[in-house]
């Protein structure tokens, strides 16, 4: 994976613009921690709204719907899937749950997204999950722990 070289920045000069930006963004970052540590409970009540957007918004664009209630249930895991797509959302959910949770230790590399890939899927009949796709038919080819592609 390629790595940032931070070397050159020692010598660079920066506007007042730029140094305007990362003053707030170092503000901010003391606000959020601030209302992290007062107001835990509306913290984690945001994070869960905005699971259930996200997970909503990113399977309706794949063409997965459900009903809201359905959806809160799932996000929730209080339920089973009754279908094809809830068992897509599923997947999804638990991808997102593995990110939020872990985003600071899951490094970006091509084992640990085909594990996603492999996670997103797992709740339906694909078999596919965890493999890359190659060529023009879409067919994966490869390895994941230890299975073969089909």
Wanted: proline share 3%.
């Amino acid at each position: 994976m390629k790595q940032f070289d931070y070397s050159y920045l020692a010598d660079r000069t920066w506007d007042n613009e730029i140094i305007s930006y990362i003053s707030k963004i170092h503000e901010y970052k003391g606000k959020q921690e601030l209302y992290l540590r007062q107001k835990p409970v509306e913290l984690n009540r945001l994070i869960e709204i905005a699971k259930i957007q996200s997970t909503e918004a990113s399977n309706r664009i794949e063409g997965i719907i459900t009903t809201n209630a359905r959806l809160k249930q799932l996000v929730a895991d209080k339920t089973t899937p009754k279908n094809r797509d809830e068992e897509e959302i599923l997947g999804y959910r638990n991808v997102l749950n593995l990110v939020h949770e872990n985003y600071d230790v899951i490094p970006v590399r091509s084992n640990y997204i085909l594990q996603m890939h492999r996670d997103l899927l797992k709740y339906t009949n694909l078999n596919y999950g965890g493999q890359f796709k190659t060529g023009s038919s879409g067919v994966p080819v490869g390895k994941i722990r230890g299975r073969n592609a089909r």
